[in-house]
């Protein structure tokens, strides 16, 4: 196993070999000397318990429900992987566009709700999402303060070198404390281990993502102008991954004195109304900012209840991180019409600005229009070169290999295929493998792997002042090369920093 092997070879312009060899041999060393890699592990875990790089473990019963009873480290890679970083610049560059992206596409509801007409009439909660969005606008609700604290996710695609899009998340991206608290450990573990590893400290790149969303929310908080003001962290009743959500809210106080307050969407409902001019009332705190760590999924509205909250938090005047519209841009259907020809014209006036954005795009289609019978045919005949994804988010939800071709031929014989609408298809992506260490509750393991680079941004308006539109840091999860799906929380991947080649 070397990690050579894993990227293209020299020539391609990607990375340099030599580059690839100096750092395989500091890992290499340590794949063969078992002895060492146990004493970094123990470090590393020693470390993520004092530093609180830590998640709830599923085996222990309140380990979701009460912080701080039973912790574990979270899922991680002992030590960085390697990345060109020609594309990590590239990402970070493209950052700032897709947060106007999202702004400009929020504010075109003609588009949005042209891009999901059949998709709505297919999938429920797409349906339920575009009703609240539809009340919005018909109450001519206003949101002049409009915060985005997004991830954008890629894969490096092996066959050609390009940075390609995996999506855009626009509500509850995840990960911004644990992730920064990852490239500290790598970092950590880089100087512990001296020359030991063979790797410097200096090519794992700074990561303040978690500073850079207690930022974002702290000058919405400003922006609302009221002093009393409380953030309304909207979570989940169970949530293992509530100590990077923790972080947050305790950056949020430390660096600016703002309080948060978590609260479920039926706790919501229970406490929460508007006052004469719309503020939004939790009890007797008003609330400035509401900061959405739930709501993006259907099982989030186990009843009406729910969605009145929803529509309640929507309806008011605070700034929603992210508002309907925001949270309808990041659909994967609209990553998908995006990537139609023209579409982009729509949004930019930039033509340089096209290109990069564009570039970025995978193959990306539609089932449901005239044209996509062919591409359904191809996807059947073909289906590893695929990826069949629903409006959904999370992890878990797409449908890979054999089973797209089940899954398209299954759509398409039932009610005359409506039911295709609720899909998009992908183009698959193979990233480069390399080996890494993989430790999950204390036990470490050498897999070939793949990893997917998520790079936060925030952007922050009011009216037409643009307040904030930034990168801000990034998270690498890597996973085991045969799985197909990616999630951390879902239990797939693992958080893994950046080590720039
Ligand atoms: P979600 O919103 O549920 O995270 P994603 O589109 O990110 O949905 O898909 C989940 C995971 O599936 C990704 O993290 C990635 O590992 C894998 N995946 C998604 N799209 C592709 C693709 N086009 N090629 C390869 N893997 C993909
Ligand atoms: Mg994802
Ligand atoms: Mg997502």
């Known amino acids: 196993m070397t990690l050579a092997s894993a990227y293209p070879p020299a020539g391609t312009g990607l990375v340099k070999h030599s580059e690839l060899e100096t750092l395989s041999q500091g890992v290499i060393s340590q794949v063969n000397d078992e002895p060492v890699v146990s004493v970094l592990v123990a470090e590393a875990l020693s470390w993520s318990s004092l530093h609180g790089l830590v998640v709830g473990n599923t085996s222990h019963e309140r380990s979701g429900t009460i912080p701080g009873v039973g912790l574990v480290h979270a899922p991680l890679s002992l030590l960085p992987s390697p990345f060109p970083w020609q594309a990590f610049s590239q990402a970070i560059e493209l950052a700032p566009l897709f947060n106007r992206l999202v702004d400009r596409v929020s504010q075109d509801a003609d588009f949005l709700r042209q891009a999901l007409a059949r998709t709505r009439k297919a999938d429920s909660f797409t349906a339920r999402l575009l009703d609240i969005h539809l009340q919005i606008l018909d109450k001519g609700v206003k949101q002049e303060i409009r915060l985005g604290l997004h991830r954008s996710d890629y894969m490096l695609d092996m066959a050609t070198g390009n940075l390609?899009?995996?999506?855009?998340?626009?509500?509850?991206?995840?990960?911004?404390?644990?992730?920064?608290?990852?490239?500290?450990?790598?970092?950590?573990?880089?100087?512990?281990?001296?020359?030991?590893?063979?790797?410097?400290?200096?090519?794992?790149?700074?990561?303040?993502?978690?500073?850079?969303?207690?930022?974002?929310?702290?000058?919405?908080?400003?922006?609302?102008?009221?002093?009393?003001?409380?953030?309304?962290?909207?979570?989940?009743?169970?949530?293992?991954?509530?100590?990077?959500?923790?972080?947050?809210?305790?950056?949020?106080?430390?660096?600016?004195?703002?309080?948060?307050?978590?609260?479920?969407?039926?706790?919501?409902?229970?406490?929460?109304k508007l006052g004469s001019n719309n503020e939004l009332f939790i009890g007797k705190q008003v609330v400035s900012v509401v900061y959405y760590r739930a709501g993006y999924s259907p099982d989030d509205y186990p009843s009406e209840s729910e969605w009145d909250a929803r529509l309640l938090l929507e309806l008011s005047t605070a700034v929603k991180c992210p508002n309907i519209s925001y949270h309808l841009a990041g659909a994967k259907k609209i990553q998908q019409e995006l990537a139609k020809p023209g579409i982009l014209e729509r949004f930019f006036e930039n033509k340089q600005e096209i290109v990069k954005v564009r570039s970025c795009f995978a193959g990306l289609w539609s089932l449901e229009d005239e044209n996509s019978d062919e591409i359904i045919k191809e996807a059947i005949r073909n289906p590893e070169g695929f990826v069949l994804k629903p409006q959904r988010e999370g992890g878990g939800n797409n449908t890979y290999g054999a089973d797209v071709s089940e899954k398209l031929i299954q759509l398409r014989k039932t009610d005359g295929g409506t039911g295709l609408a609720a899909y998009i298809l992908m183009q698959r992506i193979f990233p480069a493998v390399h080996p890494a260490y993989l430790v999950h509750d204390g036990i470490w393991s050498c897999k070939e792997t793949i990893s997917e680079l998520g790079i936060f941004s925030t952007y922050l308006r009011n009216g037409k002042k643009e307040v904030l539109n930034k990168e801000a840091g990034y998270l690498l999860r890597t996973k085991v090369a045969d799985s197909n799906e990616g999630g951390v929380a879902a239990g797939y991947a693992v958080l893994d920093s950046l080590y720039l080649i």
């Open 164 to 272: 390609l899009q995996v999506e855009l998340n626009t509500i509850s991206s995840s990960f911004a404390a644990l992730g920064s608290l990852v490239t500290s450990l790598h970092r950590h573990l880089i100087n512990w281990s001296g020359d030991r590893s063979g790797l410097e400290a200096k090519n794992v790149p700074e990561n303040s993502a978690a500073d850079t969303f207690a930022e974002a929310l702290a000058l919405a908080w400003k922006e609302y102008g009221d002093n009393r003001a409380v953030v309304l962290m909207v979570v989940r009743e169970e949530e293992r991954n509530m100590y990077d959500q923790y972080w947050l809210a305790l950056k949020l106080f430390k660096s600016y004195g703002i309080k948060l307050i978590r609260k479920t969407l039926s706790q919501v409902i229970a406490e929460g």
